[in-house]
């Protein structure tokens, strides 16, 4: 029984690092487009859908392969945001 939950463990530790991945190419693409590398300034995608839609128009799609919406996009920030703060 021990041995199984290990396994569950590992295989639960690497889908949580895969999403945590994703997440992060994701925000740090959409920073790249919002934030000016110079100015540091905000520009762009203001809105949570204009950031889906300008990931959906790059076809940057959902991990599963969906479009992306204003709370996909909500919930992988607020990801982000907590693997910044060091969870």
Same mark, same amino acid.
């Given at each position: 029984?021990?041995?199984?939950?290990?396994?569950?463990?590992?295989?639960?530790?690497?889908?949580?690092?895969?999403?945590?991945?994703?997440?992060?190419?994701?925000?740090?693409?959409?920073?790249?487009?919002?934030?000016?590398?110079?100015?540091?300034?905000?520009? =762009?995608?203001?809105?949570?859908?204009?950031?889906?839609?300008?990931?959906?128009?790059?076809?940057?799609?959902?991990?599963? =392969?969906?479009?992306?919406?204003?709370? =996909?996009?909500?919930?992988?920030?607020?990801?982000?945001?907590?693997?910044?703060? =060091?969870?």
């Amino acid at each position: 029984m021990i041995y199984f939950m290990k396994q569950t463990d590992k295989a639960n530790q690497k889908r949580v690092s895969k999403a945590d991945c994703f997440a992060l190419r994701m925000v740090e693409e959409l920073e790249s487009v919002i934030v000016h590398p110079v100015t540091r300034s905000l520009f =762009g995608l203001e809105t949570l859908d204009d950031k889906a839609e300008y990931l959906n128009s790059k076809k940057l799609f959902r991990q599963r =392969g969906g479009l992306w919406d204003r709370t =996909g996009i909500r919930r992988i920030i607020l990801r982000v945001e907590k693997i910044r703060a =060091g969870k």
